[in-house]
Every structure is written in structure tokens, then in C-alpha cells.
């Protein structure tokens, strides 16, 4: 009689990812989709002061290349109480730069919940879902989720002209992904 | 009770909210539970409190004693964990309730065309009429925005 094979444990898919915190509140954001961390002071300089009608959430915006990053205050966004923002993360394959608080801590998420479906208002363009890690639920944040196209064409409109957006000199740290 | 009557009966749960009680078809009762911590994060959809871990699955609360006594909760004793229904699909949803809750069998009236779409019909129990919940009308979901975005038309269309 042959025994069965035993069957192989199946590995657990795992997603890479960084808690950080915006006003208190605790938030997590793949690492992938993070491109670089950099302190809010090294982007004083190169930043550029804009105001778009109804948007209070972008008031500075950055020259890359050829493109434009907008710096999205984190705590307006999510309309939490104001705080100062001590970093900023680029995110890979969007014209954001989100300004937060602080990095709690990078590990793994082995499940993605979606968002209930009760949860019917913006926070489902906010968030691809949530997940649970050591007893606490947190929201992971969508990076197309902070800029919707209407406000990149206000943000756009408001950018004042080309020649005004330096070039930045400020190094950043580089995420590997 | 004749056979044909005992037929007709239905189970409900019966919850109570502040002084009031209103009951839920058991068959979309999933469970009672002692109150666990809330999970609070930014969201913009009115009547959602936070979720609750259960089971390993992530649930929604839903405090809806507003719409129905007309006040929040200010203390409660369990959640109820019900499903509710998004078209094919099913989710949970915790009710914070304030009292013990009970199962009773009673015979299920239609709701009228003038009562609110959160009323799924009445039942009679212990001399009081009670209003059985819709909770597919009285938890928020997507079909919201659409009522939301319809009664702003309306606002906007009228003088």
C-alpha cells in the first residue's frame, strides 16, 4: 500500500509594509508604493508654495524632473487634527507626497480584508482595505487614493509657472523594493 | 393555536435600544457578544462607529439608535452581529445594543406603504407592537450614496 504524499504546507503570501502615523492615528502603506523617505525639513527649500480653490489639504508642491509632486498633509486628508508632519513618503507611480508624522514601524501583512461594504463614502477611495496585526485593525492607504484626477487638474491649473519650480538639491533615502 | 397558525410563526430576536425594543428575523442573527474594543479610523460614512475583531473577521459597527429613538447610545451592554445584504453579497454588521436580548416566535405583519423602508413589517409580543428591522435599509451601503445623491436632486431641483 502506497502512503499519500504528504501534502507540502502552503506558504503564506505576504505583503510588505510600513506603519506610520498621521495625528495619532495609525496607518499602514505597502513599501512598494513608498519611492522615498524624506524629512519635511530637507523639502523646505525646494518647495513651492501653491493654493488650489477647495483644496486645502495640498499646500506645497515639488519640481521632479520633468513632473510635479504635491505634498498632501496627511492629517488634512483624513481630516484629523492638524500636526506638524515630520516626513514625507513619495509614492511610486502617483504625483504624491504624503506628509506624516512619523514611521511606527515596517513588517508584514499576511491578509488584506476589503473594506466592508458599509463603508460607502470617500474613505473607499482612501483605502485598499484593512488588516489585522497583533490584536489592533489598521487601515492600509490606496497611494492613488489621496489625489483624485479632479483635484490633480485644480492642482494643475493653480501650479504657478515652470520657471519658478527649482531644481531640488536635498538627498532623500531611497526605498529599495 | 391551530396548526396552520403555528405555521405562520416566525423566530425573532428581540433587542432593546434605550427603552425601546425592536426585533430582527433570527435567521439574520449570527451572534450576541460581550462588547470588544472598537477599531476607530478616518472614514466619512455616518453610523459607523469603528470595527470589531471577530472570529478573524473584521465587523463593522453600526450604531443605529439614532435614526430609530432619536438619540445615541450612551451605554451599552452587547453587539449584536447580524448579516446584512449588499445584492448577492453578505456581510456582518455589529447592532450595539443595551439590554439582554430575547427569542421569541410571533407572527409576522406586512409593512404598510406609509412606513419607513427601515420597517420590515410588526409583530405582537406581550401586548406591545413592535417594528421589525430592515436592516438592508437601515445600515449604511452603497445604495446610500444613490439615496443621498437622488434626495440632493430633489433639494436642488425645488425653489
Request: charged share 0%; aromatic share 0%.
Given at each position: 500500500m502506497r502512503l499519500a504524499a504528504p501534502l507540502k504546507p502552503t506558504p503564506v503570501r505576504s505583503e510588505q509594509i510600513i506603519l506610520f502615523r498621521v495625528s495619532g492615528q495609525l496607518f499602514a502603506v505597502s513599501?512598494?508604493?513608498?519611492q522615498e523617505v524624506r524629512s519635511a525639513d530637507s523639502l523646505s527649500g525646494g518647495a513651492i508654495e501653491i493654493t488650489a480653490p477647495g483644496l486645502r489639504k495640498v499646500r506645497h508642491v515639488l519640481r521632479r524632473g520633468d513632473r510635479s509632486l504635491f505634498i498632501v498633509n496627511g492629517a488634512a486628508h483624513f481630516g484629523l487634527p492638524p500636526s506638524p508632519g515630520v516626513l514625507v513618503f513619495v509614492l511610486r507611480k502617483t504625483r504624491t507626497a504624503l506628509l506624516i508624522d512619523g514611521i511606527e514601524k515596517m513588517t508584514a501583512m499576511t491578509r488584506l480584508q476589503a473594506l466592508p461594504l458599509s463603508f460607502c463614502h470617500e474613505e473607499r477611495q482612501w483605502y485598499r482595505g484593512l488588516t489585522a496585526l497583533d490584536q489592533t485593525v489598521v487601515p492600509v492607504v490606496r497611494p492613488e487614493g489621496f489625489l483624485s484626477s479632479e483635484d490633480l487638474a485644480l492642482l494643475d491649473a493653480a501650479l504657478p509657472p515652470m520657471e519658478i519650480l527649482g531644481e531640488e538639491a536635498v538627498e532623500g533615502t531611497e526605498l529599495q523594493q | 393555536m391551530t396548526v396552520l397558525a403555528e405555521l405562520e410563526l416566525q423566530t425573532f430576536v428581540l433587542l432593546r435600544l434605550g427603552e425601546r425594543r425592536f426585533a430582527v428575523s433570527s435567521g439574520q442573527i449570527v451572534e450576541l457578544v460581550a462588547p470588544s474594543r472598537v477599531f476607530r479610523f478616518p472614514h466619512h460614512t455616518p453610523k459607523i462607529e469603528g470595527v470589531i475583531l471577530r472570529r478573524g473577521r473584521i465587523v463593522p459597527v453600526c450604531d443605529v439608535a439614532e435614526p430609530l429613538i432619536g438619540k445615541r447610545l450612551t451605554s451599552r451592554r452587547l453587539y449584536l452581529i447580524a448579516t446584512r445584504h449588499y445584492g448577492a453579497q453578505t456581510e456582518w454588521v455589529a447592532l450595539p445594543v443595551t439590554g439582554e436580548c430575547e427569542l421569541i416566535n410571533a407572527e409576522l405583519m406586512a409593512a404598510g406603504a406609509s412606513d419607513e423602508p427601515h420597517v420590515g413589517g410588526w409583530i405582537s409580543h406581550a401586548g406591545d407592537v413592535i417594528e421589525v428591522l430592515n436592516l438592508d435599509a437601515l445600515t449604511p451601503g452603497p445604495d446610500e450614496i444613490v439615496r443621498e445623491a437622488a434626495l440632493q436632486e430633489t433639494l436642488e431641483a425645488q425653489p
Open positions: 513599501s512598494a508604493s513608498v | -
